[in-house]
């Protein structure tokens, strides 16, 4: 298969945003007098959306839908305060996209970040590299793993689904990858393990972002076998 773009997440995956989201969903909880959490467990909370993120972060007996409201608008007032703090891009996703552009290949961010931070990510962190559409969460594009988002940047970029790696380092990411017929490529420096990624679908896992260069000559067979878990 001779693959045209490359479909990025953008939280675990391009940049390292656990320590700003953790630490405004922490302020939240104790703005509400809630017990917060460790930053390292938010990387199961995250990659779902600010409700979901708020949901597993509250105490179980604290999800009402009014009580969870109240806490998504005040992380999202919270992070936009914050959400440039702590936030980088992971040690060689600079020389994987310069390799990327190097090579004439079209890419793309999807995030469950809403729009407005997903751009403003895109553009404050890596503003070296033209990504030829960058989407987030809005009222008229669903959640991942809903592939509707995928789908209109294939659409956007004039390439068919399957000519698409898509790289993301949760379930839902490989989720997404699948449903959109897209090449699912697990980003084992990310929020998620190994296993989880492999289990919903990942292809392929690689352990360096420069490790996506070497998948481009080798996807016309199959890897999972090839790259193991760690």
């Known amino acids: 298969m001779h693959y045209k773009a490359i479909l990025f997440d953008l939280d675990g995956t391009l940049l390292d945003t656990l320590e700003d989201l953790g ?61 440039n703090v702590k936030t980088r891009p992971y040690d060689g996703v600079a020389e994987m996209l310069d390799a990327l552009t190097a090579g004439g290949l079209k890419m793309a961010v999807l995030s469950n ?20 559409m960058v989407l987030g969460q809005s009222n008229l594009m669903p959640l991942k793993p809903d592939p509707k988002g995928a789908l209109e940047i294939a659409r956007c970029l004039n390439i068919i689904p399957s000519h698409f790696i898509y790289l993301g380092d949760t379930a839902i990411d490989m989720e997404t990858a699948v449903a ?3 090449f699912p490529v697990g980003a084992l420096w990310g929020f998620r393990t190994g296993k989880e990624l492999l289990e919903n679908g990942a292809q392929a896992l690689i352990k360096r972002p420069q490790e996506i260069l070497n998948l481009l000559n080798l996807t016309h067979r199959n890897l999972k076998s090839s790259v193991p878990p760690p």
Request: charged content about 30%.
């Open 23 to 83: 630490n405004a969903a922490n302020r939240v909880l104790g703005k509400y007098d809630f017990p917060t959490h460790p930053l390292d467990t938010y990387r199961y909370f995250v990659g779902d959306g600010a409700t979901v993120l708020m949901k597993r972060a509250l105490p179980e007996n604290k999800r009402d839908d009014d009580t969870v409201g109240a806490c998504v608008q005040t992380f999202r007032e919270e992070y936009g305060k914050g959400w």
């Open 113 to 132: 970040k809403p729009d407005e931070f997903t751009k403003r990510c895109v553009t404050e962190f890596l503003p070296k590299w033209n990504f030829d």
């Open 180 to 182: 959109a017929d897209m």
